[in-house]
């Protein structure tokens, strides 16, 4: 049965084949010469066959020798490149990212700033997907996504938060409409006009109607669509008024939406979320930090 063949073994094997002879060898690997002659030997005994003529000081590879090393350098070009990529991860230059958000984040601010991130980092790779916020908060749970954005607090341990930024709703409607004439919309007056509403079990949708409902009034609803950009659309074609996230104003043409603070405000926290006992590549940890600087 032969021996097993151990690293120091092709260690010396590459440095004698690059080098000429064992004495060089010895030098780049700082050890004695003998030590890389025994080192040849056992190798050639582990694999049945030699490697080297030896002639004078010198080492002369054999066919079989010259054929090894080929794979040899192949495996250690491959360990080089293991290297590079483990210091382009390490410097955050490599990496991939499964980022999930509300849609209103998706398709705004969260997509632009992804965009400019990777724009910085081109070796890092983004995934951009939207969903509700229990989809949002099950994904990070079953791995499906890194990073999460969406409205905070989440009130859960298992989960640690990264608070972003701070948001007040407006209330959107044509630039002609009877309501454009005033500062502020009051909550407690929208059931005299048609409401554009958000679609399905939306956590936005209830809490405007929870707000509604404590300021006194109720809501005329004539349309509903599953996104806030949606809902800018339809108001800009007169559908109705409705009340959004202040960032969906941007995507919207100014000379078909016009948007106006409310009375009482409805307010809320937004940030990034993550799971809490397991640690953060280097990627999201440079996302983050880009979302923190980059997000007003």
């Given amino acids: 049965m032969r021996k097993q063949i151990k690293p120091r073994q092709i260690e010396a094997f590459r440095a004698a084949m690059l080098q000429g002879s064992a004495s060089a060898a010895a030098e780049t690997l700082y050890i004695t010469q003998p030590a890389v002659s025994r080192l040849l030997s056992d190798l050639e005994e582990s694999i049945g066959f030699s490697l080297f003529e030896r002639q004078g000081r010198g080492l002369v590879p054999t066919a079989d020798g010259k054929r090894l090393y080929q794979t040899v350098e192949r495996v250690y070009l491959g360990l080089g490149l293991v290297e590079e990529v483990a210091s382009s991860i390490r410097e ?24 400019k991130f990777i724009a910085a980092n081109p070796g890092i790779r983004i995934e951009l997907e939207s969903a509700d916020r229990d989809d949002l908060l099950s994904g990070l749970q079953n791995g499906r996504f890194d ?5 905070l607090p989440v009130d859960n341990n298992w989960y640690k938060e990264i608070k972003l930024g701070r948001r007040e709703a407006v209330c959107i ?8 004439k005033n500062d502020r919309i009051e909550l407690n007056k929208l059931n005299k006009y048609g409401f554009v509403g958000l679609s ?10 929870q707000m509604v409902k404590m300021a006194g009034g109720t809501l005329h609803e004539v349309a509903a669509a599953r996104t806030q950009r ?3 659309i339809m108001v800009g074609a007169h559908a109705g008024i409705s009340i959004v996230d202040p960032d969906v104003c941007q995507y919207l043409d100014p000379t078909l939406v016009t948007s106006r603070p409310l009375e009482p405000p409805i307010k809320w926290e937004f940030g990034m979320i993550y799971p809490a006992k397991i640690t953060l590549s280097i990627a999201a940890t440079k996302f983050i ?6 997000i007003v």
Avoid: D, W
């Fill in 92 to 115: 955050g230059e490599l990496g991939k990212l499964r980022v999930g958000a509300l849609p209103v984040y998706a398709g705004g601010l969260l997509a632009e700033q992804a965009g």
């Fill in 147 to 151: 990073l999460v954005v969406s409205t």
């Fill in 173 to 180: 409607l044509p630039p002609n409409h009877v309501l454009s």
């Fill in 200 to 209: 399905g079990a939306n956590p936005f949708r209830q809490v405007i109607n």
């Fill in 230 to 232: 949606a809902v800018g």
């Fill in 289 to 294: 930090e880009h979302m923190r600087q980059n």
